[in-house]
C-alpha cells in the first residue's frame, strides 16, 4: 500500500452516487449475492444508484424494495464511502444501518438474499474495503472512508470512525 493517494481529494467528483443497507436482526446481518452489475457476483448489503431528484435515503429504502421486496423502517446513516477506480467510474456511497423491517427479503433478479452471522460475514466474498469498516458500522460507530483501487484492489485508504467523522461526509449531492 502507498503513502499517498493519486487521487486530488479536494477536487474528485464521482460519477455515481449510491447506496448500501446493512439491516440487523440479533446477531445476524442481511446480506446478498448481488447479481447484476457493478459487484456482480460479490456479497454485499442491498443498494444501488441514487436517482436524480431522490435522496440518498429515499434510494435506499427504493433499492431494498426492488432488490428484496422489503422495506428498511427508521434507516440511520452511519458513513459515507468515496472510491476512486481505475476499472469502474468513482463513487460515493451514502452507509445506512436499520434493525427493523417490513416485508419477506426475497431473491430477486438483481440478488439473492441470505442472513449471515455478524461474526461470520465472508469477507473474502465482499469488495476488499468491506472488512477495514463494516465492523464497525455494524458495532455502531459513525464512519467517513476514502479508497483508491487499482482494479479491485487497495493502494490508499483513509478511514475517520466516531461522531466527528460524519463533518468529512459529502451529503447528498442532489
Not at 440479533?26 to 447484476?36: N, R, S
Not at 435522496?55 to 459515507?80: F, S, W, Y
Request: aromatic letters at 12%.
Amino acid at each position: 500500500m502507498v503513502d499517498t493517494s493519486r487521487t486530488d481529494w479536494d477536487n474528485w467528483e464521482p460519477k455515481i452516487r449510491a447506496t448500501l443497507m446493512f439491516i440487523t436482526r440479533g446477531d445476524e446481518v442481511l446480506l446478498i449475492e448481488k447479481l447484476t452489475g457493478i459487484g456482480m457476483g460479490k456479497v454485499n448489503g442491498p443498494g444501488g444508484k441514487i436517482d436524480p431528484g431522490e435522496t440518498a435515503e429515499q434510494a435506499i429504502i427504493r433499492e431494498c424494495q426492488e432488490e428484496l421486496h422489503i422495506t428498511p423502517l427508521n434507516p440511520v446513516k452511519c458513513g459515507e464511502l468515496c472510491f476512486a477506480m481505475t476499472h469502474i467510474p468513482d463513487i460515493h456511497c451514502h452507509v445506512y444501518v436499520a434493525s427493523e423491517f417490513t416485508g419477506e427479503p426475497t431473491a430477486t433478479r438483481e440478488a439473492n438474499p441470505f442472513w449471515e452471522k455478524i461474526s461470520n460475514i465472508p469477507y473474502d466474498k465482499m469488495w476488499e474495503d468491506d472488512r477495514y469498516w463494516l465492523p464497525q458500522a455494524l458495532a455502531g460507530d459513525f464512519f467517513h472512508a476514502r479508497f483508491d483501487f487499482v482494479e479491485e484492489d487497495i493502494v490508499w485508504m483513509d478511514l475517520k470512525f466516531g461522531a466527528l467523522s460524519s463533518e468529512f461526509w459529502l451529503g447528498d449531492g442532489s
